[in-house]
Every structure is written in structure tokens, then in C-alpha cells.
């Protein structure tokens, strides 16, 4: 980048960023070109360790690992990210106590292979079962995770926790057998669906929702049916979907791509699915009482805003001191993205 564009003084990657006022001023001083692009996330999360994390966010995020092993052809993440790193147990168990005293009742545990983390083979369900015990915390989720790291440990902390919220982001990419090989993604499509039949089965209300990357090279109309299908029978509740677009570097970026218009199409058909099963999921909650994490007030300043356990915004009326508490809500209306209720107090009458 500094040889192409002349105009860039500085290149600072992901794990450097805690270093740019420092190489800011160096380069004011020097007026030399630098690039900052090793992958050292030890010293990054060192030095995070002795900031206090003072978001006062009612939902707060925690990275807890950086980074992937898994080269998945169309993914630059581990050329930009590096290797996979789990920062140490307490570090991120003093970072969430920081935040709940802080006042955040809901952590999600971040990582670009979040499930894959392990320091000293402490794994994610066993950070899940620490923040358990966290008095002032709520709700715990965690994201984005790779089907082959969702190990059977994990899968169980579904059967004795109060705080995992039953919404679980597993990107699959496609229905396709053929193309999560082409993908590299080293998953199959009866491995996924294991997943979600051990989990239905612990709860049959943990809901899925997904990543789908439609068009990728050698995709063909049965490979993109496979898709439709297994989104009929997960029935994901909220998903990203999204037109392959290769990135250089990547294995991907230099097959054939297959036609655009084609492609868009396939989009659209299941974008319109994923919508629907949105919506159908968010009417069925209407004329029912569900439980909302109130997060603030609305821009607007008219309605408060929360979440269900579904991560799906819910807004109602309310004053502001039920910020940061759990209420009941009764959904009168939804659309794709929103439920619409009026709170219920713990008499089951209306607050007025
Ligand atoms: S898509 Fe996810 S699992 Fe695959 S390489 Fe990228 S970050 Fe890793």
C-alpha cells in the first residue's frame, strides 16, 4: 500500500492500533513512511489490560481471541488477523467484572473464531460458566463461531445455564456439501445439522441464525437448492447473506466467478427467505410476554429501546429508570426487524 499510494504516511494493522498516537507523532517527527503490521496480539491485550474498560454500555462487548487457523478460501481474516490467540483467563475475567460494575448486564465474547478459544485448556464454555457466577450479569452471548469448534462441552452449557441467551450465530456459507469443500471450510452439512439437533434437543427454543455466501465459484443451481433447503429446515431467524466478492490474496479470488445476474438472482430468492422466516418468527411472538433487556431511551427520545433473548429490538414505552433491568414486554406488533409492545408489571397488569 505505501509503495502504490503515495499519499499514505502510515499502515497500522489490527494488532498495532494501540500504537497509533505514538507512531502518529513519531511520523509528525520523522516524516518517515512506516507500516505496522506484525500480528502481536499479546502485546496489544497487555496493554488493554491496564485501561479500564468504562463503555457503561447495558450491553458490552469483551474480546476474549483474535485471529484463525482455518484458511477458508474466499476469508482474508488470517492473513490480516494472524494465527488464533486466546487471551488469559483472568485478564478477561477482571475486564468483565470492570464492566459489570460498571453497569453492564449483558457481555458478548467476541473473536473472530470465538469457540476456538483456548488458554491453557480453558475453553469458551468454561469462560461461559465463570461469568455464570457474575452476580450483576444478565445475559451472555458469544460470536462469530465455527461449526467444527462447537465441541460437545460447549453444546451442554446450554443445559445448565440461566445467562446463555438461546440465539446461536453459526455461519454455515452454504447447504452445499460440495461447495463448503471447494469453501475449505472442513464442515459438512450432516455435521452442521448435528449441531442444531443436539441443541433443539436440549431446548427446542434456541433459535439459529447464519452467514451465506451465495455464488461462490463452481456454485451450480443444485448446490444453490441444497442452500434453500437447509434454510427451510433450520428456519434461521436473522442471517447476513451476501454475493461472493473475492478478496485478493485468498484462494477464491482466482477461480472462475460464475455469472453476476445469476448470482443476484440467488440472492434475492434467499434473501427472501431469510426475511420471511424473520418475519414469520417475529409475528409469532405477538400477543405473548417476553422477557426485554432495556438498553436506553430512543433517539427520538419517545420510546425505550431493548432486546429480547433473540437480539431482536424491542420498543416500548417506559421511564428511564428501567434501563439496565429486564422487564416483561407484551409484543402487540412486529415487522422484520422490530417488536412493538407495552411493558407489563410483575402484577401482570400494565404500567401506566
Ligand atoms: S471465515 Fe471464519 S473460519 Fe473461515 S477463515 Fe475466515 S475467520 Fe476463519
Known amino acids: 500500500m505505501l509503495k502504490r499510494e503515495p499519499y499514505i504516511d502510515l499502515v497500522l494493522g489490527p494488532q498495532a492500533y494501540h500504537k ?10 520523522k516524516k518517515k513512511k512506516l507500516e505496522v503490521t506484525e500480528f502481536d496480539a499479546i502485546s496489544k491485550f497487555e496493554y488493554f489490560s491496564k485501561i479500564k474498560n468504562q ?8 474480546t ?38 460498571c453497569g453492564s448486564k449483558e457481555i458478548i465474547l467476541l473473536g473472530q473464531n470465538v469457540n476456538a478459544y483456548n488458554f491453557e485448556k480453558k475453553r469458551l464454555a468454561n469462560l461461559i460458566l465463570e461469568l455464570e457466577k457474575f452476580s450483576g450479569l444478565e445475559r ?12 460437545d462441552d460447549l453444546i451442554d452449557v446450554y443445559k ?15 447447504g452445499s456439501n460440495k461447495i463448503l469443500k471447494l469453501m475449505n471450510r472442513k464442515h459438512t452439512i450432516s455435521s452442521y445439522l448435528e449441531i442444531f439437533n443436539k441443541l433443539k434437543k436440549i431446548n427446542s427454543a434456541i433459535e439459529f441464525s447464519s452467514d451465506f455466501i451465495i455464488g461462490y465459484p463452481g456454485e451450480d443451481e443444485k448446490d444453490f437448492k441444497h442452500t434453500l433447503k437447509l434454510i427451510e429446515e433450520v ?5 447476513f447473506s451476501f454475493i461472493f466478492s473475492p478478496r485478493p490474496g485468498t484462494v477464491a479470488s482466482d ?6 445476474k445469476k448470482t443476484l438472482e440467488r440472492l434475492e430468492v434467499v434473501q427472501q427467505k431469510l426475511f420471511n422466516n424473520q418475519i414469520n418468527k417475529n409475528k409469532s411472538l405477538e400477543n405473548t410476554t417476553i422477557n426485554v433487556l432495556v438498553e436506553n431511551r430512543m433517539d427520538d427520545k419517545t420510546k425505550l429501546f431493548g432486546r429480547s433473548e433473540y437480539m431482536t429490538s424491542v420498543l416500548f414505552s417506559g421511564s428511564d429508570d428501567l434501563i439496565g433491568k429486564i422487564v416483561k414486554v407484551r409484543i402487540q406488533k412486529s415487522n422484520q426487524n422490530s417488536l412493538f409492545g407495552e411493558i407489563i408489571n410483575q402484577s401482570n397488569k400494565k404500567v401506566a
Open 140 to 151: 451472555i452471548r458469544y460470536t462469530t463461531s465455527h461449526p467444527n469448534d462447537m465441541t
Open 64 to 101: 476474549i481471541q483474535e485471529g484463525c487457523d482455518k484458511f477458508c478460501h474466499f476469508c482474508v481474516v488470517p492473513f490480516t488477523r494472524g494465527p488464533e490467540y486466546s487471551r488469559p483467563v483472568n485478564q478477561i475475567l477482571e475486564e468483565a467484572k470492570n464492566l459489570v460494575d
Open 255 to 260: 477461480l472462475p466467478e460464475i455469472d453476476k
Open 160 to 174: 445448565n445455564s440461566k445467562k446463555l441467551m438461546p440465539l446461536v450465530h453459526l455461519p454455515v456459507q452454504s
Open 235 to 239: 428456519k434461521f431467524i436473522n442471517s
Open 55 to 62: 463503555t457503561k454500555k447495558i450491553s458490552a462487548f469483551l
Open 20 to 29: 497509533i498516537n505514538d507512531k502518529i507523532l513519531n511520523y509528525q517527527n
